[in-house]
Structure formats: C-alpha cells, structure tokens
C-alpha cells in the first residue's frame, strides 16, 4: 500500500522517513523526480531523479506520474510504475510529498493512507528550516509561507501526528499502517 507522510518543509520528513525504513523492513522510499537543482551531497537516482523541465513536461504528458505538484517554483513527482510494482509485491511504499501531490495520491488510490506531520509549532519549524542552514533566506522564506498553506490543509488526511519526540510519532505511525494494511488490498488500483 502507498503511506503518505507530507506536511511543511522543516518538519522533519525525512527523519521520520528513514525511522520508518529502519522499523519497517518491507518499506522501500519513493524516489520522485524533481527539476529542483541537487543540493550538495544528494546523488541522482537516490534523493531524487533530477530532470530538466522539458523531461518533467514529458513524464506528464505521457501519464508517468502518479501524482505531481509545483513547490516553491520546482516541479517535483512521483513515478507511477516503481510504486505500482512494489504495491503489487505487497511492499509498503513510502511517499515524502508536499500536501497537493498527497490529495492526488488519494485520489488515485482510497487505500492510500495520508499522514500529516505537525511542527510543534510554527516557530519550531522556522527554527528548523533556518538551522538546516541548506536554504537561502528568501527561500525559507518562500517555504514558510508555503507552510502556512499547507498546515491549512491538514483537516484533509486520515491522520495527523505531531513530531515533537520522533519514537512517539514512529509508533503512531506503525500503528496506523498496521491498522491500514489489514483493510487494504495489494490490487494495484493508480
Ligand atoms: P525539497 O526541495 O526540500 O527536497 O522538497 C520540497 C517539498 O517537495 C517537500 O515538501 C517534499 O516533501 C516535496 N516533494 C518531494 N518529492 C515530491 C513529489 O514527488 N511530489 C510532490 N507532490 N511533492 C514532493
């Protein structure tokens, strides 16, 4: 099944991500594709599939994506077909997404579960984001208010867990997967 664990830039996704992988051991990470350039360390193919904006044009034109969405002014997506075939082998396929992509998920696939990552609170997760030291000013800026967007829209997902203390959020997470995975079905509905 897909397990979608979105919520703002700084909140701590992908911790809780790599916490999941370690707990879960049939848990394999969606790798999106992105037009955002890499960062320092991020290497092609495991962070991310880094494309030029006429090839992510393409990947949607040609209905490669599962689900895609705007952020910040990069184009960032999902991968339809490794996420299908790890469904279809049963496997747990976790998405670290933006709150738009998780609502197209979704709707592609009701036996998606949504997770929505709560800051502590919103000067926590400014806290975060400028500590990260990966971004400039004005895009953490550009993130911060983008957050501000997305905690409006967390009323819209199964769950939401609030990553104050990382063991706490993990185990309501398994919970919930657990939970989710007895009801869901490994027929491949996106
Ligand atoms: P970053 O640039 O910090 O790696 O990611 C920016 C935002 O894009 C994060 O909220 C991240 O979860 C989200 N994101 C990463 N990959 C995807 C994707 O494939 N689809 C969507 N909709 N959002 C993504």
């Known amino acids: 099944m897909l397990v979608v664990v979105a919520g703002p830039s700084g909140v701590g996704k992908g911790t809780v991500h790599t916490e999941l992988r370690r707990r879960l051991p049939d848990a394999v990470l969606s790798v999106s594709a992105t037009t955002r350039p890499a960062r320092p360390g991020e290497v092609d193919g495991v962070h991310y599939r880094f494309v030029d904006r006429t090839t992510f044009e393409g990947m949607v034109a040609d209905g490669d994506l599962l689900e895609w ?22 496997e747990v396929v976790l998405l670290d997404i933006e709150v738009q992509g998780a609502l197209q998920v979704k709707a592609a696939d009701p036996d998606a ?12 997760l400014e806290r975060r984001l400028r500590g990260r030291g990966t971004e400039d000013g004005a895009t953490i800026a550009r993130r ?36 989710a995975r007895r009801a869901a079905t490994d027929d491949v509905a996106f």
């Open 69 to 90: 969405a705007e952020y910040a002014g990069n184009l960032y997506g999902t991968p339809r077909a490794p996420a299908a075939e790890a469904v279809a082998r049963g």
């Open 113 to 124: 579960l949504l997770v929505f990552l709560q800051p502590p609170s919103f000067e926590e």
């Open 144 to 179: 911060l208010e983008v957050a501000l967007d997305e905690l409006a829209g967390a009323g819209a997902f199964d769950l939401e867990v609030v990553n104050d203390d990382l063991d706490r959020c993990v185990d309501e997470l398994l919970d919930a997967i657990a939970v």
